[in-house]
């Protein structure tokens, strides 16, 4: 059914399990949206800032929340009794990077539960220099969740959204002792440094950033036409060499997931064979300052080598400094390995590096960066 500005309906009508999804798809003439969901109280307030789920954090402490993000949009699944009853509301809201919401070339908001779904279609036209929208709202209503088309503008951006429900933008340094303490205020990290295109590099301060580095790659396994057929099985993993000169792969082929307590002191957690893992495949530099230069890169193990089709995504993560991100979006190769980023150790730095490069073997991507491996035939 398609739905108006300001309509009212009971979830019930969609699905009685309350289960539903959202999903919001935004084409901007310029610049681009995030999209975020806000689960506030009864006083419409951000109390729990692990309900604000966003490129950051994409699912809420129980998983009744799950965020997926792709090229064609962005779904939150929701499982809504299985939300804590301080959470009374979800609210979906978009906001510019770079642009107004007049940018909005098209958009829509499609709610689904069960085999029904209800639209909500929208555009810039109906907008002047707003830079985010509160779209939607779920809630809870005489013990009933409701869904409502808000489709508001706001003059400020995501961070404005934030102060809005009550959070509170995380400063990369912690401010200046104050004689009171200030209220308890929730504080979230919108930091995201994306690397776009091929050479685009960014440098980590090992000595003002310490820690282990956390590599993730997540893909969406359960919405393409490729996966109906089978899943596909991408894996993470990573050629590495040391400064004391000591070399070596880590990835689910052979079993070489690494260690965390001895070199080369990188672990790969687990081999995620379908995409259906929410925290999908993890990798984790636990000292980065031994690397001398490391490439990340993932394969298709399993499945027809199709890289628009996988939604896959890395995120680099050190606390410290802003969340890197890399989107596997060539649409036109068809080799099985993409070698996403290059790690090169120097001087306290640690440059991280898109790649952009596709290989059809572990052989050539040895060959491409010099590494000198010798190779035999393994398996999983």
């Known amino acids: 059914m398609d739905l108006q500005k300001g309509q009212k309906l009971k979830l019930s009508e969609l699905s009685p399990s309350g ?15 995030d999209t975020t969901c806000f689960g506030v109280d009864a006083e419409g307030k951000l109390s729990d800032d692990r309900y604000f789920i966003f490129y950051n954090q994409l699912r809420s402490p129980e998983g009744a929340i799950v965020m997926e993000s792709g090229n064609d949009g962005t779904t939150f699944s929701m499982d809504l009794d299985n939300l804590p009853d301080t959470i009374q509301k979800l609210v979906i809201t978009v906001a510019a990077d770079g642009c107004l919401m007049r940018d909005i070339a098209s958009g829509i908001i499609s709610l689904t539960g069960g085999a029904l779904s209800a639209d909500y279609t929208f555009s810039g036209d109906q907008f002047n220099q707003e830079r985010a929208l509160i779209l939607c709202e779920l809630y809870k209503k005489d013990h009933i969740w409701r869904y409502s088309v808000v489709s508001s503008g706001f003059n400020g951006g995501l961070d404005a959204l934030l102060a809005y429900f009550g959070g509170e933008v995380a400063q990369p340094q912690n401010p200046a002792p104050v004689p ?19 050479g685009d590099s960014h440098k980590i301060d090992l000595h003002k950033n310490s820690g282990e580095i956390h590599v993730n790659l997540n893909w969406n396994a359960g919405k393409r036409g490729l996966f109906r057929g089978g899943a596909i099985d991408l894996d993470l993993a990573c050629m590495y ?16 997931f690494g ?9 790969l ?13 993890n990798m984790y530099f636990k000292r980065p300052e031994q690397i001398e230069f490391a490439v990340v890169f993932a394969y298709i193990y399993d499945g027809v080598p199709n890289w628009r089709s996988t939604d896959a995504a890395v995120l680099l993560q050190q606390q410290g400094a802003p969340d890197i991100e890399i989107r596997i979006d060539n649409p036109n190769s068809q080799e099985r390995f993409c070698v996403l980023a290059s790690l090169s150790g120097s001087s306290g730095h640690l440059e991280v590096k898109r790649e952009d490069r596709f290989f059809s073997g572990h052989r050539q991507v040895d060959d491409y960066y010099h590494f000198g491996f010798r190779w035999v035939a393994g398996h999983k």
């Open 19 to 33: 289960k539903v999804t959202v999903h919001v798809a935004v084409q901007m003439r310029d610049g681009e949206a």
């Open 241 to 256: 060499r040391l400064k004391n000169g000591k070399k070596g792969v880590i990835q689910a082929l052979g079993n070489a």
């Open 269 to 281: 957690d687990q081999d995620d064979r379908s995409g259906n893992s929410v925290g999908g495949e």
């Open 180 to 198: 009171v303490p200030p209220p308890v205020v929730p504080k979230v990290n919108l930091s995201k440094i994306s690397l776009k295109k091929s």
């Open 259 to 267: 260690s965390a307590t001895s070199e080369p002191f990188i672990l």
